[in-house]
């Protein structure tokens, strides 16, 4: 069974920056897309950003220019560097990653737990 965590999160002033990783554990065979996702009390889970199988990056319109997306290796598939933070960034953020194991034949979606981002003063 593959499992993802989240680590990173924390409470941040405006204007300040966090770096999110996610660790990767179980038998992976191959990743494809990965992504951020994050959700505020009260709203829809959203996309922030994700990431292709080939380093085709997307973002959110709310974080373009203040987040970058990139993939590190197998056990931190995906790291989100967020920048210029703001008060509306506060939510839980999750790590998705499509992942074959060797015990699937097609890619699925893992998700991790979540972790508290809070940006106040």
């Known amino acids: 069974q593959v499992q993802l965590v989240e680590s990173g999160g924390g409470l941040v002033q405006p204007g300040g920056s966090l770096r999110l990783s996610c660790a990767a554990s179980?038998?992976?065979?191959?990743?494809?897309?990965m992504g951020w996702y994050r959700q505020a009390p009260g709203n829809q889970r959203e996309l922030v950003a994700s990431i292709s199988s080939i380093g085709t990056t997307k973002y959110a319109d709310s974080v373009q220019g203040r987040f970058i997306i990139a993939r590190d290796n197998a056990l931190n598939p995906v790291y989100l560097q967020m920048n210029s933070l703001k008060p509306d960034d506060t939510a839980v953020y999750y790590c998705n990653a499509y992942i074959r194991d060797l015990r699937s034949p097609t890619f699925r979606a893992y998700w991790g737990q979540g972790t508290q981002i809070t940006v106040s003063s």
């Open positions: 179980g038998t992976i065979f191959s990743i494809n897309a």
